[in-house]
């Protein structure tokens, strides 16, 4: 099993632009989570899905982030338009059943904008 | 409201030296409990989980923890510290979908 696979792992983009993360959970896995890890905030819930379906959005700091999961392998996260404040590491995790079994986290994606 | 908290922030260790690490948990009912571990530049691994019964759990690594209720406490231990074991620790507890995570306890290992 090659885990919770984010890309890319890092990213550097300018204030302004659009920036899209992505996220692949382990097969089989129906609940997927994006966190925010930041120094001052410490891990952060932005979002789960469960069977694909956004079920709780309320971590998502305000409408320039977006994001999706149209289908059980493949999830996106978007900022746009991005700030300097936005700079942390994402997370993806995913697990069977939500909490239960444990989360599985992916390597993060550390994202610096300029 | 529901909280996680490790009130260690950095912990120095010998090699070979016992450790321990605190977490404390706010809950209005006894929620799933975990301990995780990240090394820099990784992702988080679970090292162990407790959800009910033996209140002494097991986990990878050589890493154990107990749950006591009396305390809310679930105290993270490791016998003997190797220097692999350098990395960020986090407790975190759950009730729903949701895990809420310690601000991490950052251990060192020295020589």
């Known amino acids: ?22 996220c692949k959970p382990i097969s089989g896995h129906n609940s997927l989570f994006w966190y925010r890890q930041t120094m001052m905030r410490g891990l952060e819930l932005l979002i789960y899905f469960n069977n694909n379906v956004p079920i709780d959005d309320s971590g998502m700091p305000e409408d320039r982030f977006s ?48 | 409201a529901q909280s ?27 929620p799933y409990l975990f301990w995780y571990v990240q090394s820099p530049g990784q992702g988080l691994q679970l090292l162990l989980k407790y959800f009910s019964g033996d209140t002494l759990v097991q986990g990878i690594k050589g890493f154990e923890a107990e749950f006591k209720r009396s305390q809310s406490s679930f105290n993270l231990r490791k016998p003997s510290v190797h220097w692999s074991d350098a990395a960020e620790y986090f407790c975190a507890a759950s009730n729903d979908y949701k895990l809420s995570f310690g601000a991490g306890t950052t251990v060192t290992v020295r020589a």
């Open chain 1, 1 to 22: 099993d090659a885990g919770v696979i984010q890309s890319p792992r890092h990213e550097v983009t300018e204030m302004g632009q659009e920036v899209t993360l992505r």
């Open chain 1, 67 to 114: 994001a999706k999961m149209p289908n059980a392998s493949f999830s996106t996260l978007k900022i746009q338009p991005s700030e300097p404040r936005d700079s942390a590491v994402y997370f993806c995790a995913s697990s069977q059943g939500g909490t239960g079994p444990g989360y599985t986290f992916g390597s993060g994606t550390r994202l610096t904008v300029v």
């Open chain 2, 4 to 30: 996680v908290t490790q009130p260690d922030i950095h912990i120095t260790v010998s090699e070979g030296a016992s450790l321990e690490l605190r977490c404390n948990y706010s809950y209005g009912a006894t």
